[in-house]
């Protein structure tokens, strides 16, 4: 199975600068065990089941409310039951000849 | 605590009309202990904790997943630790005089 | 020609409190002659092509640079070209007659 | 002034497999003058503006309803007026010295 989530979260109750709690994030998701991708507007996340990609979020909001008053999150998911490496496999038929 | 999430959840297998595999998650949530609300872009719901908004995800995508080959997921959250009632208060405070 | 937009847009260096702003969005868009609902998430319209729809977060976008240094915004389309009324169509097809 | 845009916009009525007609989304944003990156979840483009964020959108969707019936999209935007070189600077505000 192969699920792809892009997510981003961050607090708005701390004003224009949030890297000091995204960084924190992101230092969580590099300690998981699975395929991922920082990018300037979130981060991509490759995992077996969609269970694995909420606890992802779940993580990282828990980390969140040890800080903020208020937390936005956005998340797009593409599941695909059935297949595997859709990270890698999508970038191709995109940019492949 | 409260947050609210307004996501969609749908097969992007099974061509142009898919309220059929809509209409199963819908019912999901209207069986589900949390206010909700049905929109012409997908459900809000309220729940106490994210975890409990992340389970409502879970839930629909195993609905779809007995049916779809691919499913894609769009959420967004906010998260007011140590609010309740918060789907009222929103509304109020935009549109209140 | 019917798009459905589901949007929210808001200030992210103001602080937790926004209302302020956003309500002066959601007047904009009252002004409008687009079919629209407000939500706890955000707001949908319903415009006859994208790039009316596209138009009203250029001016929603415009309103918010007056005050805000940091302006976030989410966004979902759903484009059926040659047909319309799809607001009141997809609520009738999920939520049975 | 920088907005940085990630975006997906997709068929919905063409089956599973889309990276044909995303090709040629992708393609059309290779031939602007703007800074951007392609993801396993959709494309991220810096603009100067708003207005030149949502005519990427635009020509994409375009693109699109030549063969499409039901076209998605989901798209995030980070508006900082009065900076520049946002894409760059985010990522290394997370990922640090």
Redesign the interface.
């Known amino acids: 199975m192969s699920v ?3 997510f ?3 607090p ?2 701390k ?2 600068h ?2 000091q709690y ?2 924190k994030v ?1 230092d969580m998701i590099d300690g998981l065990p699975y395929k991922s ?6 981060t ?1 996340v ?1 995992c077996e089941t ?2 694995e990609c ?2 992802v ?2 993580k990282a ?2 980390i969140l ?1 040890q800080d ?15 297949k595997s490496d ?3 496999h ?2 191709k ?3 492949g000849k």
């Not at 991708?37 to 979130?42: A, H, V």
């Not at 937390?71 to 039951?81: E, H, L, V």
């Open positions: 792809i989530m892009e981003a979260i961050f708005i109750d004003g224009e949030v890297s995204v960084k992101v991708e920082l990018t300037p507007m979130g991509i490759e969609m269970e909420l606890s979020i779940s909001n828990s409310e903020a008053g208020r937390i936005y999150c956005t998340a797009t998911f593409d599941n695909k039951p059935g859709q990270m890698e999508k970038m038929a995109v940019r």
